[in-house]
């Protein structure tokens, strides 16, 4: 399911139209990027938890030249599914 997809789906349960319901997706996709770089948690209850991962530096090795190289420490976004989420797919 890609974003327009969803979209229809939202507007078709919430009874929007297609663009306000693409409007409200914008703003909670936004909403939580924001609280994400915020470096806060969103915790959606019955659903996940989305929350930012520090991954330190580290070596690789580039498997072209076989050389070591220095891969940079960053942040990563991570979501971890909740208990009725896991309930409904399995």
Same mark, same amino acid.
Request: aromatic share 4%.
């Given at each position: 399911? /890609? &974003? =327009? #997809?969803? =979209?229809?789906? %939202?507007?078709a &349960?919430?009874? @929007?139209?297609?663009v306000?319901?693409? $409007? +409200?997706?914008d703003? =909670?996709?936004?909403?939580?990027?924001?609280a994400? &770089?915020?470096?806060?948690k969103?915790a @959606?209850?019955?659903? *996940? =938890?989305? !929350?930012?991962? #520090?991954r330190? !530096?580290?070596? *690789?090795? /580039?498997?072209?030249? $076989?050389?070591? %190289?220095e891969i940079a420490a $960053?942040k990563? +976004? $991570?979501? &971890?599914?909740?208990a009725e989420?896991?309930?409904a797919?399995?």
């Open positions: 399911m /890609n &974003k =327009t #997809e969803l =979209t229809k789906a %939202i507007a &349960k919430a009874g @929007l139209t297609q306000d319901a693409k $409007k +409200a997706l703003a =909670t996709i936004d909403a939580i990027t924001a994400l &770089k915020a470096g806060d969103v @959606l209850i019955g659903f *996940g =938890t989305f !929350a930012v991962a #520090e330190p !530096a580290r070596q *690789g090795i /580039n498997p072209q030249t $076989k050389q070591v %190289i $960053k990563q +976004a $991570k979501f &971890k599914a909740g989420l896991d309930a797919i399995n």
